[in-house]
């Protein structure tokens, strides 16, 4: 069987050269190059076939070729993942051609979980985005590159300071308080999509994934079902997403240089009152008395008039630099990349810079038996937070004061003091000392390198065997420093202290992959099988130190903390391919956590899919609209074990105090006071164990007129069984009033949409439209361990104003964060009466102090997200754009209710500004729980424009060039009344503004 | 052959690598600072470590101070504090103190308005039966030990738990009800009745008793006294437990005879009790320590030095007219208030108003002598659970009441020893008449007040004089009007919170609500 294919290989191959020499002798010279569409690169190794013949040839490593034709021949270009073209020759010897990518391009490889699959065989919802349909101008945060451009993939960055982290639902997550957060698999290495804060997170990593630099990714591979995903068996419930980063091809070595400048700026502040008007507004509430205002308050106001949010905001420039050398040298494919990108923030001082190196090596050996592939990437991430909270501040600072009153104990910069002289430590900072005075940096560095083997036995070419090692590791250290003489450090007495806090962090990950495919076609059968086991090494490590600057005091003691935990796998796939049209899929895996009990430590995850290419019946082959039909359903059943920061959930341990946490009995013998470090028993649950969710899935992928049309649906249902909640339990059963255990069901239901459009394919125009469009509906099933209809659910959504105030809950029957909160009453002129809400449970008494009044108002959850894109090539010039449509998402608007009322005005002896949206309600004192707050924030948004033209020459034929100018953050249309309607989570307060940027990219290749 | 043997080393060596690896899963703890149970009393350093963690269940919050490690969750770290919870529902819910800022539901508290869900309610119940799993733990692990100071440990945790109890008769009246005997895990435990607690309770401290440390053994610890406080409290609400009728002013009086005859005694100053430096004094029987240093917490001294209106802190408490009215004498020096020189006004016309109402200077940040106690943002001062005078007034009230066993002359000495300490220039002394019949009570009462406010007692003492709910007393705001309103009686427990209630079906709801 082998000896014949090979046979038949050797067979094509002279045929193929014999053509050749035939057309050779019969016609004369056609010479060109052939260049990408998307960046003016050339292409090497397209394919030109003269049509109707077996006379080819491809294009060399300079994107050149040369082929004998007769002269009235045409010839065919084609190249994976670009759409092919027909060109008469016309009699002409030259032919120079830019080949346009083909978005709908079926015939492209999928990476999938150990191994890859021809898309048009795919069974499961794999969506995959390579890189010339990546967003434009990313720098910084690589998730940003598919934004909007896959359904049922919602990406939204927490916050527009540089490097921040944006926070990835697929199909809208299936856990409650376990990680929602999808696996992320680079190279093959499954790392943890690190979260930007609290448990998990790397201190001083606002995102891990920022250490890679957007410019070396090739692919984003999306799994979204569990029959695509469950290969991935513990960490798939959230979906996956492969990125596999660039590499080089044979032929002579390609060099790339390209560099960006950016302009950022803020969009839009939060309107205030300014000096002047804030001193009307004082002068005429001190006339009626409200809230503590009153002639003496009226001339406790200052003279001046400062817009702080315009002393804390900047036009920001940033820059980006990439350079890379492809190739190979001997039998060794390389690609050799370098980065730097220095990003500054709108918020002065704050920035982010990244010098990146990314090497891939593929080398193939032993007759190409044993192939290589090492990858190392590194990089050192430098953070510039800034202060902590100053966005606030310049929101709250009292616009009647100036930035410096020429005082000598604060820095000259104007401080709020007390009556005593001393600083009012309730009183706003200075937001213009805190941007100086504050230097709170981090220096983080990454590595990730594996080296996968892959060898196909020799004597068994059926059979392949392969190994995966790899490391990831992480390190940072940072601080956050203020001198002695910051007014914004002042403690309870009034008197600064300074700051000086310092952590490091390190985390690592270490990876050993075995597995073997087998691959076999007998007649109409192929069988397609993959088997192996995975093991997985955790540790994180992480300190910090806080104490006034000259170290007198110590806010929280010096602490180390580590932590690691395993995971161990078997995996296996069987693909079953009959006639090429009827494929099946099914895996198996077992998975092995470290964070459970022996008992429940094992956890078996199946799936199975079946796919049908309907477009190869009989029956269809007439219908010659429809150039591609598949059918495609998958059940599965995936595993979640990410719980919290604890990996030691079932194992009863004691925690010992920190140095300030300590308690006194008795004295020693010199008489002073005897502190004992204490020692507490945590809270644990023996039987703790896996939470599960099994998915549903069907599809239909499907192609019109020549696949000039090709989209799919999909329909899922997924549900989440024994959810990894935190709940109260029955006080008196362990040692805490809540606990981390498995207990609730949780339901996800929903459809996409993805359709991509080629409506104009012309040699000089074309023009491509994406459309995506995902609704997800989730819903909580069951809360608790007992059922209580009279329970009203589990708190959360916590705001800022106040201490301990929330605004949303868990509760069986509704989405997960569904606001909870009080019905608003409005006068007949529809402005919200104070203290007036509908008394829901008809028990009277304060109606806002009853929580039986409250109800479930709405979600944070889009219920359905669009992204639309499209890209216009015109001979040299290139166009395209991309946004967002979010419906229905709603935000609580805490910005708002935590600020716009009167008390705050003159509070604890210290003015505040507020929005001048406190006109719309005219609310005396905080209102949080009104519903009045809880608005659609609805959107549009337009995430880029880009627009960009090529240069096939500049001096040099070997120099090629493209220039490009984008408009990130474009513009945003929506009825919120805040500063940008995106709010992950749903509760807008104080966020880092997202800044409209525009960028200038020049990209050199030779 | 020779293929045949290396495949069959490489299998076995990937085996063995496989194995090894399962081998893996079996992990524990890394951490410096953590150790399992299994193997932590294998240091017998630990055994006071545990201890002390029982102990601090009263005090902080967490393992981190002053926050970052909580006990308990669902609510705010620093409110949960077990002294800062107990605090606002005793004293938040009467004429001594309301709080500015309308957050965790709590002007529910000042309006007598409360519901089950209610955050601080929820939290208070956490840390009861907190300290009480707490305790059980220890009591387990040291049960049967022959070690002598170990079985007094064993006692004391036995003590500890006593008190958490106390506090949930007091607060909730019916709780779930789990000893040593109960480990942890998923159960339901059943609840008991409020009588049934009373004699659990009783029957406990009359079993340690005796075999607690004497009276100022170690600073901070549970000795004789502190039992005898405890007993005596139990008995002198015993008709507000138990029902009317079920006096048991005798066995008060017999308690609280074994603490004045203790070595503990008044300090010449009222104010040494509430400063930096207080745990010199000689009358507290029982504190909930603190320390800037090393005791940090968002607990309640440190709310009522920071957090007090009239002295430049977050203005949150002031007292209603309801307590300041009380300090008729001008020159009383238990009147600590801040006043109008302070910018804080007599009455309160809306309770966010934080310039309205008396501040309270009584607990200070500062040492007996003036000096400062501490520049960090975190108090020295210790929070006084049981002292002397109380058990003084405790004791003039039992004798009123008809308690055998003492008599109003000693318990009018004992009035008049609290109103002329001997630094202090002397109040005017009274006579017993003035302490017999219900005069006598409302004295005791308002003198109880005087004494004895912002300590934690008020909502108890109201309660046990018929005054808390209903339109016996009313004070600004009770009942959510200005010069304040007829309450239900129901208010006199406390619901159990919603979070129990719906994760223990065992759980009954108590009467009203």
């Known amino acids: 069987m082998m000896k014949l294919y090979l046979l038949s290989k050797k067979v094509f191959i002279l045929v193929f050269l014999f053509s050749g020499y035939i057309a050779m002798a019969q016609s004369n010279k056609v010479t060109g190059r052939v260049t990408s569409g998307d960046d003016g690169t050339t292409l090497p190794g397209v394919s030109i076939l003269e049509k109707g013949t077996t006379n080819g040839t491809v294009t060399d490593s300079d994107g050149q070729f040369s082929i004998n034709v007769r002269p009235d021949a045409t010839l065919v270009f084609s190249f994976v993942g670009y759409t092919s073209q027909e060109v008469a020759v016309a009699g002409r010897s030259t032919i120079d051609l830019t080949l346009l990518n083909d978005i709908t391009s079926l015939n492209e490889v999928l990476v999938v979980g150990y191994g890859e699959v021809q898309k048009k065989d795919a069974t499961g919802a794999i969506v995959n985005i390579s890189s ?490 007439g219908i010659e609209v429809l150039s591609d039909l598949k059918l495609r359903v998958g059940y599965g059943v995936t595993g979640q074990q990410n719980i919290s920061n604890n990996p030691y959930p079932y194992l009863p341990i004691y925690v010992q105090s920190t140095p300030t946490g300590e308690y006194q009995l008795g004295y020693n013998l010199d008489g002073t006071a005897r502190f004992y470090t204490t020692l507490r028993p945590g809270p644990y649950d023996p039987s703790i164990r896996w939470e599960s969710t099994s998915t549903l899935n069907a599809g239909i992928d499907f192609g019109l007129f020549n696949n000039k049309i090709t989209g799919s649906i999909e329909v899922y249902q997924r549900k989440t069984n024994d959810l990894i909640n935190t709940i109260p339990i029955p006080g008196g059963t362990n040692f805490s009033n809540f606990l981390t255990t498995n207990v609730g069901n949780l339901e996800n239901k929903g459809i996409e949409l993805q359709l991509n459009a080629t409506p104009i394919d012309t040699e000089d125009l074309t023009w491509k439209i994406g459309f995506n469009l995902a609704r997800n509906v989730n819903k909580l099933t069951k809360l608790l361990l007992v059922k209580d209809p009279a329970y009203t659910g589990i708190n959360a959504g916590f705001i800022s104003g106040g201490v301990g105030n929330y605004v949303q809950n868990q509760q069986v029957g509704y989405p997960i964060n569904s606001f909870w909160v009080h019905q608003q009453v409005y006068d007949d002129s529809g402005k919200p009466i104070e203290d007036l809400y509908v008394d829901r449970s008809g028990n009277g008494g304060t109606v806002s102090g009853n929580n039986l009044n409250r109800y479930h108002n709405q979600k944070p959850a889009a219920s359905i997200l669009m992204g639309i894109n499209s890209r216009v090539n015109f001979k040299k010039f290139d166009f395209s754009f991309s946004g967002r449509i979010s419906l229905n998402n709603y935000v609580y608007n805490n910005n708002l209710s935590s600020r716009g009322y009167y008390a705050n005005l003159y509070k604890l002896d210290f003015f505040s500004n507020v929005p001048t949206a406190i006109n719309d309600t005219k609310f005396n004192s905080a209102q949080y729980t009104s519903d009045y707050y809880v608005t659609n924030a609805s959107f549009f948004k337009m995430d880029n424009i880009s627009a960009g033209y090529s240069f096939n020459r500049v001096f040099t034929d070997k120099l090629r060039a493209r220039i490009s100018l984008t408009v990130q953050n474009a513009f945003v249309i929506t009825k919120y009344n805040g500063i940008d309607p995106e709010v992950d989570g749903g509760i807008d307060n104080n966020i880092y503004p997202r800044s409209r940027s525009f960028l200038m990219g020049v990209n050199f290749t030779f | 052959m020779n293929t045949n043997k290396s495949k069959i080393f490489l299998s076995a060596v990937l085996a063995g690598l496989m194995f090894s690896c399962i081998g893996d899963l079996d992990v524990t703890p890394i951490d410096p600072n953590q150790v399992t149970a299994a193997t932590v009393f294998n240091d017998p350093a630990a055994y006071k470590q545990a201890l002390a963690k029982v102990y601090a269940g009263f005090a902080i919050s967490g393992q981190q101070g002053p926050a970052g490690q909580p006990d308990i969750s669902g609510v705010d770290e620093g409110f949960s504090c077990y002294s800062r919870s107990y605090w606002y529902l005793q004293e938040l819910t009467t004429d001594e103190a309301v709080w500015t800022y309308d957050e965790n539901q709590i002007f529910n508290l000042h309006y007598q308005n409360w519901t089950p869900s209610d955050l601080l309610i929820n939290a208070m119940f956490s840390r009861i039966t907190y300290v009480v799993v707490l305790a059980n733990e220890y009591i387990r692990n040291t049960a049967g030990s022959s070690d002598a100071e170990l079985m007094l440990f064993n006692k004391e945790a036995r003590f500890l738990r006593a008190l958490a109890y106390y506090h949930g008769l007091d607060l909730f009246g019916n709780m779930p009800f789990v000893t040593e005997a109960d480990k942890p895990g998923a159960f339901l435990p059943q609840q008991v009745t409020r009588a049934e607690l009373f004699a659990y309770i009783e029957s406990e401290l009359k079993d340690i008793q005796d075999e607690l440390g004497e009276p100022k053994f170690e600073y901070g610890r549970a000795d004789k006294a502190a039992a005898s406080m405890l007993l005596a409290k139990l008995y002198l609400n015993a008709e507000v437990y138990l029902g009317a009728g079920n006096k048991k002013y005798t066995e008060a009086i017999t308690e609280l005879n074994k603490v004045t005859a203790s070595s503990y005694s008044l300090s010449p100053k009222f104010l040494d009790n509430f400063v930096a430096d207080n745990d010199k004094s000689s009358e507290i029987i029982f504190p909930i320590n603190y320390d800037g240093e090393h005791t940090q917490a968002f607990a309640i001294t440190q709310v009522m030095i920071n957090g007090n209106a009239g002295n430049g802190g977050w203005s949150g408490l002031r007292a209603t007219s309801g307590l300041s009215d009380k300090f008729t004498v001008p020159s009383d020096y238990r009147d600590t208030f801040a006043k109008e020189a302070a910018g804080q006004s007599r009455e309160i016309t809306a309770i966010n108003q934080s310039k309205e109402g008396y501040g309270v200077y009584k607990f200070r940040k500062f040492k007996k002598d003036g000096s400062d106690g501490f520049t960090g943002d975190f108090p020295n001062t210790d929070f006084p659970l049981f002292r002397l005078a109380d058990a003084y007034l405790m004791y003039a009230e039992a004798v009123n009441r008809g308690g055998a066993g003492g008599d109003l002359t000693t318990a009018a000495n004992y009035v008049n020893a609290l109103r002329t300490r001997s630094g202090e220039v002397a109040l005017a002394t009274i006579t017993s008449a003035v302490l017999t019949g219900a005069a006598g009570l409302d004295f005791i009462l308002d003198e109880r007040a005087r004494e004895l406010y912002w300590e934690g007692h008020r909502r108890t003492d109201l309660i046990r004089f018929g005054k808390f709910t209903g339109s016996a007393y009313l004070w600004p705001w009770k009942g959510n009007t200005p010069d304040g309103t007829s309450t239900s009686e129901h208010l006199n427990l406390f619901p159990i919170p919603s979070n129990d209630l719906g994760a223990n079906p065992n759980l009954d709801q108590n009467t009203g609500y």
């Open chain 1, 132 to 621: 010339k349909d990546f967003n434009k101008g990313v720098l910084t945060s690589p998730q940003d590159l598919m934004l909007g451009k896959i359904a049922g993939v919602a990406i939204t960055s927490n916050s527009g300071a540089p490097g921040a982290n944006s926070t990835i639902r697929i199909r809208g997550g299936s856990s409650l308080s376990a990680s929602n957060d999808p696996l992320i698999v680079i190279d093959g290495f499954p790392v943890d999509n690190v979260p930007a804060s609290g448990d998990g997170s790397i201190a001083g990593v606002p995102n891990a994934l920022a250490s890679i630099n957007p410019n070396d990714i090739e692919t984003f591979t999306v799994l979204k079902d569990a029959s695509a995903t469950a290969i991935y068996g513990s960490r798939a419930s959230n979906g996956v997403i492969i990125i596999t980063t660039k590499k080089g091809k044979e032929g002579k070595p390609k060099f790339s240089y390209n560099a960006t400048v950016s302009i950022s700026s803020p969009i839009k502040n939060m309107d205030v009152f300014s000096g002047d008007q804030y001193r009307a507004l004082i002068t005429e509430l001190a006339q009626t008395g409200i809230s503590g205002l009153n002639p003496a308050a009226v001339a406790d106001l200052g003279t001046a008039s400062t817009d702080w949010q315009k002393q804390i905001y900047r036009d920001a420039v940033s820059q980006d630099h990439n350079i890379s050398a492809a190739g190979a040298f001997k039998n060794v494919p390389y690609r050799i990349s370098y980065g730097y990108t220095d990003q500054e923030g709108i918020v002065k001082t704050t920035g982010f810079q990244r010098n990146s190196l990314n090497v891939n090596l593929n080398p193939s050996l032993l007759n190409d038996n044993l192939k290589l592939n090492i990858s190392a990437k590194g990089s050192i991430m430098e953070n510039n937070f800034g202060p902590d909270g100053v966005i606030g501040n310049a929101i709250s600072m009292d616009p009647t004061r100036p930035v410096m009153d020429g005082n000598t104990e604060y820095g000259g910069y104007y401080t709020r003091l007390n009556g005593g002289g001393l600083v009012n430590n309730s009183s706003t900072g200075n937001p213009v000392a805190m941007i100086n005075q504050t230097d709170n940096t981090s220096k983080a560095k990454r590595f990730v390198g594996n080296f996968q083997a892959e060898y196909k036995l020799p004597f068994l070419p059926e059979l392949k065997l392969v190994a995966n090692a790899g490391i990831d590791q992480t390190t940072s250290d940072g601080h956050n420093y203020a001198p002695l003489d910051a007014g914004f450090t002042a403690n309870t007495t009034g008197v600064t202290q300074g700051r000086k806090n310092d952590y490091s962090a390190k985390n690592q990950s270490q990876l050993l992959d075995l597995y073997f495919n087998y691959v076999k076609e007998m007649g109409d059968h192929k069988i397609d099988f993959t088997g192996g086991y995975g093991w997985q090494y955790f540790y994180r490590e992480n300190y910090s130190f806080n104490r006034n600057f000259d170290e007198t005091i110590i806010n929280s003691a010096a602490r180390t903390n580590k932590s690691e935990n395993y995971l161990v796998s078997f995996f296996g796939r069987l693909n079953y391919t009959f006639k090429g049209k009827y494929l099946l899929t099914a895996t198996l895996r077992d998975d092995g956590s470290s964070r459970f009990a022996k008992e429940n430590r094992w956890g078996l995850f199946p799936s199975a899919a079946f796919a049908w290419k309907l477009k190869e019946e009989n029956f269809l082959a």
